[in-house]
Structures are given as C-alpha cells and as structure tokens.
C-alpha cells in the first residue's frame, strides 16, 4: 500500500511560480496529473524511481520540472510561468510495478493522492 499526500497549492498570478509536494510511502515511479473543473485528469509529468528518467506533457514541457528527494520520500513539481490553463487540482500518483516506461497514462498509475488546488489569475 503506497500512501500519497500532496501539499504546496495555492492562488498565483499568471507569470507566477510554485512548488508542489508529494511525500510518498513507497519505493516506485511517480507522477503528477492534474484536472480542470469539468475536464478529464490529464498527465503532467512523470519521473522514475531513482529520478534518472523524466517524462512530460507537451503544454507544461521548459516550464515545470519534476523531481525527488528519495531520502525524504518527497517528489516535487517546481511550476515557473504559470498561465490560467495550469488551474486545477494537482494529484500525485504512484506507477503499478511493471508498468511501461515513458506513459502519460492514468491507467499505468494504481495510487492517487487526494489533491491540492492550483488556481492561476490572469
């Protein structure tokens, strides 16, 4: 059982930054997804175990970078020049063992975290 708590939300203004937390109980590939109110969850990125390997949407690509902190069981999403499209709710996930290398998809990922809001004003 992988347990997942997101934090670091909140309100920014268009051209603003963030950084998201997620500390994770497990040792496996994450990622981040995000959905808009109204709208499908749809990937962000996605980083592997060790965090030599990276994957990311094209809408978010030389503007966020993720990473982690294994010995803090902590991966972040560092979120720079933000814009109105990026509001949503953040979800963490962790990838099923096994599960294909680069993804992008939900159905790849077996644990979610609740969620933090993003909202960015324009």
């Known amino acids: 059982q992988v347990q997942l708590v997101e934090s670091g939300g909140g309100l920014v203004q268009a051209g603003g930054s963030l950084r998201l937390s997620c500390l994770a109980s497990?040792?496996?590939?994450m990622g981040w997804f995000r959905q808009a109110l109204g709208k499908e969850r749809d990937f962000v990125a996605e980083?592997?175990?060790?965090?030599?390997?990276?994957n990311y949407a094209d809408s978010v690509k030389g503007r966020f970078t993720i990473s982690r902190d294994n010995a803090k069981n902590t991966m972040y999403l560092q979120m720079n020049s933000l814009k109105p499209d990026d509001t949503g709710v953040y979800y963490c996930?962790?990838?099923?063992?096994?599960?294909?290398?680069?993804?992008?998809?939900?159905?790849?990922?077996?644990?979610w975290g609740q969620g933090t809001q993003v909202t960015v004003s324009s």
């Open positions: 996930a962790a990838r099923s063992p096994g599960s294909r290398w680069p993804s992008g998809d939900r159905s790849d990922y077996n644990y």
């Open positions: 497990g040792r496996t590939g």
């Open positions: 980083i592997s175990w060790a965090g030599g390997l990276t």
